[in-house]
């Protein structure tokens, strides 16, 4: 099957044979059996609907970085993905700073140098593979802030020219914690890089509601979509105001200075939203179904 797919990308590589893989511009997909194949294709010539088809089908083979670690960030990947003993007796919490990065092309050893230098008093500094990593950071009065990562991302964006994304993972202590919230916090991760792919910083309370907006139960999502989302699908100038006020804490002076637009067309815009959906947007559980709506209504496009 994996071969057949060579006709589909004439410029991959094929190979019976396992392949160098040294090469950042291709992905390399496994077909195993009795007689194992590889087909490496070019990035550049693979969309993201592909990718995610192609590896659901077959194995993708990437470089194994953990072999090149050393240590803390040896430890500490034993301690993740062996279920080694924790590297140190901690007396604080940690917490894991997930980052994913473009593709790139230069030496990877120099972009780590560039990314230390921002995290220099970090615990561990992890590759896991060529675009994903982590930082292991100690609870400090210097900790970083949400806005301190969106400094950073903007800072290699434009002077490396490297599009970056971070999770900002909770302060915990205690091995089994910290190993199963490692692998929670990722997989929420690569889902909020998917569904808010216009984010570069991302938390558990800033995901949290997309994903819960993604996952609804069918007879939920349906009611919600024939009553507010189908609203706001109409009329985007409505449902980016709607979307935007409630994440300015229904502050209509805050909201309507982000919009560009005066405090009296902002009141004309949200009475425009109750008259067509009669909802009372001074309750709690009323802003939380409308802002779940815009959300879908925002996906959908």
């Known amino acids: 099957m994996l071969k057949k797919l060579h006709t ?34 070019p990035r550049s010539e693979i969309s993201d609907d592909q990718l995610e088809l192609l590896s659901t089908l077959y194995d993708i083979v990437s470089l194994d970085y953990s072999v090149s670690l050393t240590g803390s960030a040896k430890e500490w990947h034993s301690f993740l993905y062996n279920e080694d003993k924790l590297p140190t007796n901690l007396k604080t919490n940690i917490r894991f700073i997930q980052f994913q990065i473009n593709t790139i ?65 909770k302060f915990r202590n205690g091995p089994k914690k910290l190993r199963e919230a490692f692998f929670l916090e990722r997989e929420l991760f690569l889902k909020a890089i998917k569904h808010l792919s216009a984010e ?57 200075k982000k919009l560009f637009v005066h405090r009296n067309t902002l009141q004309y815009r949200l009475n425009r939203f109750s008259e067509k959906t009669n909802i009372d947007l001074k309750e709690i559980n009323s802003v939380l179904t409308v802002y779940i709506a815009c959300l879908l209504a925002k996906n959908r496009d």
């Not at 910083?201 to 139960?217: D, H, R």
């Open 8 to 41: 589909y990308f004439p410029t991959a590589i094929a190979t019976d044979v396992p392949p160098s893989l040294d090469r950042n511009d291709l992905y390399w997909f496994k077909e195993d059996g009795n007689n194992p194949f590889w087909l490496g294709v």
């Open 105 to 169: 092309d230069q030496n990877i050893k120099d972009l780590e140098m560039a990314i230390k230098e921002f995290f220099h008093k970090c615990l561990a500094f992890i590759w896991l593979d060529e675009s994903h990593g982590i930082i292991i950071e100690e609870k400090t009065e210097m900790a970083y802030s949400e806005d301190d990562f969106q400094s950073i991302a903007v800072t290699l964006e434009s002077d490396f020219y490297i599009k970056s994304f971070f999770y900002i993972g």
């Open 200 to 256: 570069r910083i991302f938390s558990f309370e800033k995901i949290f509601p997309t994903v819960l907006a993604a996952n609804l139960p069918k007879a939920t999502s349906e009611l919600l979509h024939t009553d507010i989302v189908h609203i706001l699908k109409e009329d985007p100038e409505l449902r980016d105001t709607m979307k935007v006020f409630l994440e300015h804490h229904s502050n209509t002076s805050l909201a309507a």
